[in-house]
């Protein structure tokens, strides 16, 4: 690797600013208490981390038990448990919160010139409710789990079980809040408090993904709300909205739930969207081709996703018509995710490309992320859908976009702005490595999935024909890999917070505000309120800058 | 060459005049604060427009489906409480609105008179609907196991049915009353939650306002609560008709 665009300060004479968001106040109630968006985002990073670990751990646990077709290392209702729990985490309580509340929390006020998001305590609450809601979570695992899987499908949740479901939707409803808050927050952040000269046009596209995911949060997770509400009415007193046995219709429940839950996909994938736009342009040291219709694409995908519901429905009885009507829908979605993949591949084009780490995760991103896509059009297809779904193929098809593509971009996204956060750098060798492990582990993983599920075999159970046992054991084995590669990034950027480089103020030389000032940030963000003046992903507005500080020095 | 200087050509420096203390720090003006919590409040009655607006499509689509039972049991509830307690409530959503113009007129005697106007008008809102929601449970309406069909398969049995004129209903047709009170204690019961909230907050501002609070020029707490109420009174006002008056054009 000779091309790099990493230029740090003179490591002996480099010190991290005395002043600086970290520094300001000391003890643990001065972060407990905060209202700073950049502690907040901290706080986030650390509990995030933990309940990643905690789902982490318990795909684990299903990965072991399906290296052998018996159902061998637990009985099969503790393996329905698992998995539940394994979903409920990772969705609630990782993949909803890990690009906004982190790193969108950090930088969505640097990137347009505001000292702290709009609504500090509201942003600190929706901490605390994530917090309550995770920690009632582990509650519920600890005290029996709850087997229903994470969708919580009546009439198993509210007539055939006897584990905590109410305990757990109560779980989802609390982190629904703190996430319905962080999407508030975000939109009147970015209407009301950009600095002066940051039109919309001039946003960074990180910005842009987030506003939209953020339409989705604040319209999208109420209603999934309310159909929690009602299945636990449904438990407790015996209400009959989606009983069956007394007119009520539990298709019902998966439209109410599925109205949030398929655009929380898009929740999570859109600010992964924006981290990608971001890397690409930096690593490629190019505009982002096609700025305003990557934009737009965000919101079309936001605006297209509230109608595709049904689709998780094809199979439940609902009517052909409505199948026909939600397929076609669905494969407008398809358009602007298409639009963003292209537009990112054109960026590259003729680009001075550069393969530090967050750009190799990004390319994961790319590759995996249209797989992951791709296979999702075939389960739009009513006709595949019929036989795909319920099987692997749908596991390993949401797998590859959330976590091929949601966390490959958070990995980026934390490797990216680590020294911004930290004012360190992580150690590129290994962290390279560790993106080339994860990428390896991935594929390893859920590849032999497509294949088990086009075979034909059923998700949820803990026991499968012996004849699939060849891929799942390809499986297991590349999660074991997946492991180390997501190990791995956990110790060495720990390390680098007392023993990485010194980062500078700008170590990638990109061009977006919360580049232009100090590294870690100060409380106030910057000295005095920026004016942009140029526009976004101008590298040569960044030259000028430079240029007139060599003329000044030397001067 | 990292370090690419600090963007310091700011305009804020220049302005540093006196701030009015519930200034909070990140906002550049007054202006800009009062307006971007007014924005935020009217995104959170969004979300409170879709938590609603879920149940209002299942009432949608069981009405369809059930109408005669929606009718039949509609019947049961008491239009005279009904009525009176949409009276109370746009009376609460009067003085919750005077209640601001007295906040940004600075008076503060009429503020607290207007605030305690409103928790009285909450708390006789709430009392009428337990009263309600008691001769349901008298009459075995409540959802569940003891959920009795009697005033429908035998209207003459029941004195409200029998003054709205019901036909005995086939039980198979009877039965489907049960999702009726279904929506009927899922919507009215989130309507009365978010009362009490709101009644909360109201005791939390009578205090407030005594010493002084929203009287001093900053009133945008007491605009955006104004918001919240009035949100609540629409509810009603749109589950008023659709619970109550289902066949009333009728008669």
Not at chain 1, 166 to 177: D, E, N, R, S
């Amino acid at each position: 690797m000779s091309a790099t665009i990493v230029s740090l300060p003179d490591q002996s004479t480099a010190r991290i600013p005395k002043v600086n968001f970290i520094t300001k106040e000391n003890g643990l109630l001065s972060w407990l208490l905060t209202g700073d968006h950049k502690r907040i985002a901290i706080l986030y990073l650390i509990s995030l981390s933990f309940f990643f670990f905690i789902g982490g751990a318990l795909a684990g646990l299903i990965r072991l038990e399906l290296l052998t077709p018996q159902a061998d290392l637990m009985a099969t209702d503790t393996y329905n448990k698992v998995f539940t729990m394994h979903g409920v985490i990772m969705i609630f309580f990782f993949l909803v919160p890990s690009v906004p509340a982190t790193l969108g929390n950090f930088l969505i006020p640097l990137m347009i010139g505001a000292k702290d998001l709009a609504l500090p305590k509201i942003n600190l609450l929706s901490w605390y409710l994530y917090i309550a809601g995770g920690l009632l979570a582990i509650y519920t695992m600890a005290t029996g789990g709850v087997d229903t899987g994470w969708t919580f499908t009546t009439p198993l949740s509210t007539h055939y079980v006897n584990t905590n479901v109410l305990t757990t939707g109560l779980a989802v409803f609390i982190a629904g809040f703190s996430s319905i808050f962080t999407g508030l927050n975000f939109l009147v952040t970015i209407h009301k408090m950009r600095c002066p000269g940051m039109t919309w046009f001039k946003l960074p596209l990180f910005v842009w993904a987030h506003y939209a995911a953020s339409i989705l949060m604040v319209l999208g997770t109420p209603v999934v709300a309310i159909a929690i509400v009602l299945v636990a009415l449904e438990r407790t007193i015996g209400i009959g909205v989606f009983d069956p046995t007394k007119g009520g219709d539990p298709i019902l429940f998966q439209h109410l739930f599925w109205f949030y839950s398929h655009p929380a996909v898009y929740i999570m994938i859109l600010p992964g969207m924006g981290v990608i736009s971001e890397t690409i342009s930096t690593f490629s040291r190019k505009r982002v081709f096609g700025y305003t219709a990557v934009a737009f694409s965000s919101v079309a995908i936001a605006v297209f996703g509230f109608f595709v519901w049904a689709h998780h429905m094809f199979i439940m009885g609902i009517s052909n018509y409505a199948v026909l009507v939600f397929s076609l829908l669905t494969m407008l979605v398809a358009v602007p995710s298409a639009i963003k993949i292209f537009n990112w591949t054109f960026t590259l084009y003729k680009g001075s490309i550069t393969f530090e780490t967050p750009m190799l995760y990004t390319f994961g991103f790319m590759g995996l992320f249209t797989i992951g896509g791709l296979t999702g059009v075939f389960l739009g297809t009513s006709g595949t859908d019929i036989h795909l779904t319920e099987t692997y193929f749908i596991v390993a098809h949401f797998h590859f976009v959330m976590v091929g593509g949601m966390l490959m971009a958070f990995l980026a996204g934390i490797h990216f702005w680590w020294p911004k956060m930290t004012g360190r750098m992580y150690p590129e060798k290994i962290s390279q490595l560790a993106a080339v492990i994860t990428f390896i582990g991935f594929n390893f993983t859920f590849f032999p999935q497509f294949i088990l599920g086009t075979l034909g075999m059923p998700r949820r159970y803990a026991s499968y024909p012996p004849e699939f046992q060849v891929l799942n054991v390809f499986s297991t084995a590349g999660a074991t890999i997946l492991g180390v590669g997501y190990l791995l990034p956990v110790l060495y950027l720990t390390w680098s917070l007392k023993y990485g480089a010194i980062a500078g103020n700008n170590p990638w030389q990109a061009t977006g505000l919360e580049w232009q000032t100090q590294s870690p940030p100060l409380t106030e963000n910057f000295t005095s309120t920026p004016i942009m003046d140029h526009e976004a992903y101008d590298y040569d507005w960044l030259d000028k800058q430079k240029e007139k500080e060599v003329t000044t020095s030397v001067g | 060459m990292s370090d690419s200087p600090v963007i310091a050509h700011g305009a804020s420096e220049v302005e540093h005049h006196e701030h009015p203390a519930y200034l909070r720090h990140h906002f550049e003006s007054v202006e800009q604060q009062a307006d971007t919590t007014n924005f935020a409040m009217w995104l959170f009655l969004l979300t409170e427009v879709m938590f609603f607006g879920g149940l209002f499509t299942a009432y949608l689509i069981y009405r369809n489906w059930y109408y005669p039972a929606f009718v039949a049991a509609s019947h049961q509830l008491n239009i005279f409480w009904g009525t009176a307690n949409t009276a109370v409530l746009i009376s609460s959503s009067f003085t919750m609105a005077m209640g601001v113009w007295c906040a940004e007129t600075r008076r503060k005697g009429g503020l607290v008179l207007c605030l305690v106007l409103t928790f009285l008008l909450g708390l006789v809102f709430l009392g009428i609907k337990s009263i309600e929601y008691s001769e349901k449970i008298e009459k075995h309406h409540v959802p569940g196991f003891h959920y009795s069909l009697k005033s429908f398969l035998d209207p003459d049995s029941d004195e409200a049915a029998k003054a709205a004129g019901d036909k005995p209903l086939p039980l198979d047709v009877a039965r489907h009353t049960e999702v009726y009170f279904s929506l009927y204690f899922a919507m009215t019961g989130m309507h009365a939650l978010h009362m009490i909230i709101g009644i909360a907050i109201l005791g939390f501002m009578i205090f407030r306002a005594r010493a002084g609070a929203y009287t001093a020029g900053h009133v945008t707490f007491v605009e955006n609560f104004g918001l919240y109420w009035h949100f609540v009174d629409i509810i009603w006002i749109f589950l008023f008709p659709l619970l109550y008056l289902i066949s009333r054009h009728a008669n």
